[in-house]
């Protein structure tokens, strides 16, 4: 255990050291978060290399093993293959985030190294082969062991990725996690695993104290990525060498918020017809802050859905098979609430229609959307760039906008490039002159290569966030504005393809 606890206080240590390095590191390149977000607290760009610190503290006190000789790190001798393909694995995840926070890499890509090194982790047995559950004992899974496998490591990487989107939510997520999982290693005996954790937990810690709200550093999908890939693969670990009927249920459990909210992801965008990769403003967490949670209050309640699962998932490693499926009664129904709660279940339609009464809360968020909308039908009614443009300025005033910028950029046939600016000004908003400080929220439209659309707003005096209905209406106007271009493009191309034909 002592070994463990120093493992602790190196990772956390050297994380927490590191962030002011890394931070100089990120303005020095211009490595900031590049989505529109409240997080983005006082105009001031924020880094996004903090998944740097948490490898640091992670790899440390392992390679410090390594040159002093215990019990522990005679365990890493002995299972060689596993331990450097954990190792080895994680460092090529890191890889590919640090690579599309500094580059941007594209879907193909990250599915393919995902893949590539989940595959690389059953082959040294990391895997799934049987699956056992409540009254129905063990079944052997063959040749589906290897899909199977695969699925869980790379839904649990992406899911993780898509739950990084307020200040200490996926950093906080990870670390409940890494605590249950930490505790399911030690009442296994398992070392390696315990070691692991504790190393992962120190340097989550030791970020999460630069993340928290107001947030100096985001971790970036190279922290996102990596802290998915240890968890998905230690977890999986740890909870098959259960002896318990329900092992693959354990790590489900306790990685529950991160897979609701990705189930939940793929489900609405399948329904909407929306490609799977187009990023939303929908997950649990926007939606909590919708209903007017605050950042902090946010998270916290998603901490403590946090802390219930894991305990759930620690509960059902000592449980018969009647007191599992309780657990997992008492799961289902916590979990149908919250989805309900957050308007997942609601159906629209006449019937669901209801009177709203004037001055409610919501009713700036439903006409901020309305507005957003409203612009959204124009652009894809629009036949030329100048008629999205004037579409913009009509609208900017409704969404309580101080200043628009448009920047459009064009290939031509020789290889250089043109750009094609518009910019709009609104002296006074409505209500009266604007206070407080400008902000200036950037948003490349789908490609910095395609466009630039630059959003300027004055934060009211006494506040540290933007808004949050203006600014999900904000980001909506950006991907309607994206959508309309792509459109005029694939137009324009089909044009210049149809004059030589006729020639």
Known sequence: MLTYFIAFLISSGLSAASIPTIKSLARRFKLFDR?????????????????????????????????????????????????????????????????????????????????????????????????????????????????????????????????????????????????????????????????????????????????????????????????????????????LKSSTTVAILIPIVSLGLPILDTLLAMTRRFVAGRSMFRADREHIHHKLLALGFTQRRAVGLLYGLCVFLGAVALAMTYANSEQVTLLLGVVAVVVTVLVRKLGYLRVVGP????????????????????????????????ESRDGLWQTLQAVASE???????????????????????????????????????????????????RGVLVVTLRLAPGRTEIDHDQEIAIEMLSEYLTTALERLERVSLEARAVVPLRR
């Open 35 to 239: 989505n529109l977000s409240s997080r983005k607290a006082e105009g001031t760009p924020i880094p996004r290399l903090g998944g740097i610190a948490i490898v640091l503290g992670f790899y440390a006190p392992l390679i410090g093993l390594l040159f002093h000789y215990n019990m522990v790190a005679q365990r890493i001798y002995e299972e060689p293959h596993k331990i450097w393909a954990l190792l080895a694995g994680g460092l090529v995840v890191f890889a590919l985030g640090l690579y599309d926070d500094m580059r941007g890499a594209g879907a193909r890509l990250k599915f393919t190294v995902q893949l590539l090194v989940a595959a690389a982790m059953y082959t040294v047995g990391f895997r799934i082969d049987e699956i056992s559950v409540p009254f129905a004992g063990h079944l052997a899974l063959g040749s589906f062991g290897l899909p199977l496998t695969l699925f869980w490591i790379v839904g649990v990487i992406n899911a993780f990725n898509l739950i990084d989107g307020l200040d200490g939510l996926a950093g906080g997520v990870g670390f409940f996690a890494i605590a249950t999982t930490f505790l399911l290693a030690i009442s296994r005996g398992d070392i390696l695993m315990s070691l692991y954790m504790a190393s992962l937990g120190g340097g989550v810690l030791g970020f999460l104290v630069f993340n928290f709200n107001p947030a100096s550093i985001f971790m970036g999908d190279s922290g996102s990525m990596f802290l998915g890939f240890v968890l998905a693969v230690t977890s999986l670990q740890t909870s």
């Open 351 to 382: 019937a669901s229609i209801q009177p709203r009464p004037l001055g409610t809360p919501g009713d700036r968020n439903l006409h901020l959307r309305a507005q957003a909308r409203g612009a959204g039908e124009r652009f894809r009614l629009s």
């Open 399 to 449: 969404l309580e906008v101080q200043a628009l910028k448009l920047e459009l950029h064009d290939r031509l046939t020789d290889g250089s490039a043109e750009t094609l600016a518009y910019s709009w000004v609104h002296s006074t908003l409505p209500g009266g002159p604007p206070a407080g400080a400008p902000l200036a929220l950037r948003l490349p439209l789908g490609t910095e290569q």
